[in-house]
């Protein structure tokens, strides 16, 4: 299986910025979509950001709720997947969860991807005020 730590999280003001990262290990090989989701205290989980991290296609999502706001990008040699967050809001706030599955390019980015199978980091805290 594979394992995912994230980190990066933490408080800062409205408008400031933070990187989260995730490094993945063990069967890295078993997962070919690697995104964000982020869960509020009351509100369901929720998608903000995926890529398909195999090939060179460059497909991404982001939620409107973040796009041009947030960017999601990976470093192979280290197997790491970053979320860089920039203009945060206080509506950011929110346990921000790494995950990692092995579906199609398009189930990847088309904004339906739940990572109903896949893996789960134990989710680092975004905090703007």
């Known amino acids: 299986h594979v394992q995912l730590v994230e980190s990066g999280g933490g408080s800062v003001q409205s408008g400031g910025s933070l990187r989260l990262s995730c490094v993945a290990s063990?069967?890295?090989?078993?997962?070919?979509?690697m995104g964000w989701f982020r869960q509020a205290p009351g509100k369901e989980r929720e998608a903000v950001a995926s890529m398909y991290t195999l090939g060179s296609d460059g497909n991404t999502y982001y939620s409107e709720a973040v796009k041009g706001r947030f960017t999601i990008s990976q470093e192979n040699a280290k197997n790491t997947v970053y979320l860089q967050m920039n203009q945060l809001k206080p509506e950011d706030t929110a346990m921000y969860f790494c995950?990692?599955?092995?579906?199609?390019?398009?189930?990847?980015?088309?904004?339906?991807?739940?990572?109903?199978?896949?893996?789960w980091g134990q989710g680092t805290q975004v905090t703007v005020s």
């Open positions: 995950a990692a599955g092995l579906v199609p390019s398009a189930a990847c980015t088309n904004g339906g991807w739940t990572n109903r199978d896949g893996r």
């Open positions: 063990g069967h890295t090989f078993s997962r070919n979509c």
